[in-house]
């Protein structure tokens, strides 16, 4: 089983509505999640952690965490053009491991 | 949000040569990490290293690489003989301040895209 799973894509969404991107994990100690957006050629840009059950919002953005399920996801509210990149969800995998274990990322493209 | 630069942006070599690959933090960081990216795959963490020692490295991490710290400041990744499947993007990634913490959010540099021919 992979460490960290995300649907590849490519995710479509018209601009104005609710992108959801989901990620799921295998190991149940992990504490420390991470969702970045990488654009074509550039490096993983941090927009969202969260560290406990439930949701966390900033601007825009919402992520969702349910241990208990191993599942973390990312709602994108009022999508904008400018959303469209690959989402890239990271664990820190293991107590106590600082090092970040990524999935594959899902590639997100917001249609005016 | 803490700045990582990275030199150089893009480095292209012949089988077999060595290459240096650099991070340079903006203010004094104690943990830094490396990663890479082949083109169209994930990201993958190679080495963690604190206060000039390896803290954790990933299989990928072999005896062709090392990291160092040569002058306090800036944060190397050596690859001594490079290999047609080392083309990728390099990541070096620092978490703010002295870091250290378990969860820390982690930075990326610009990246240096090496390939080797």
């Known amino acids: 089983q992979k460490e960290v799973e995300q649907n590849s894509g490519p995710l479509s969404v018209p601009e104005g509505a609710i992108a959801s991107l989901n990620c799921t994990y295998s190991d149940r100690v992990s504490q420390s999640f991470f969702w970045y957006r990488q654009y074509s050629g550039k490096s993983p840009e941090l927009i969202m952690s969260?560290?406990?059950?439930g949701d966390k919002e900033d601007g825009r953005f919402t992520a969702q965490l349910n241990k208990a399920s191993q599942y973390v996801s990312l709602l994108i509210r009022d999508s904008q053009p400018s959303d469209s990149a690959t989402y890239l969800c990271?664990?820190?995998?293991?107590?106590?491991?600082?090092?970040?274990?990524f999935g594959q990322g899902t590639r997100l493209t917001i249609n005016p | 949000e803490p700045e990582v630069t990275q030199t150089p942006s893009h480095q292209v070599t012949q089988m077999g040569q060595e290459v240096i690959l650099r991070c340079v933090p903006i203010s004094n960081h104690l943990y830094f990490y490396w990663y890479r990216q082949i083109l169209g795959q994930k990201v993958e963490f190679l080495v963690s290293?604190?206060?000039?020692?390896?803290?954790?490295k990933s299989e990928i991490f072999d005896d062709q690489f090392s990291v160092e710290r040569p002058d306090g400041s800036n944060f190397t990744l050596k690859i001594r003989s490079t290999k047609l499947e080392d083309s990728a993007m390099y990541f070096c990634a620092s978490p703010p301040g002295a870091g250290g913490l378990i969860g820390d959010e982690q930075f990326f540099g610009p990246g240096t895209r090496l390939t080797v021919l």
């Open positions: 969260i560290y406990s059950n």
């Open positions: 290293f604190y206060n000039n020692e390896i803290s954790e």
């Open positions: 990271a664990v820190n995998i293991g107590q106590g491991a600082q090092k970040l274990v």
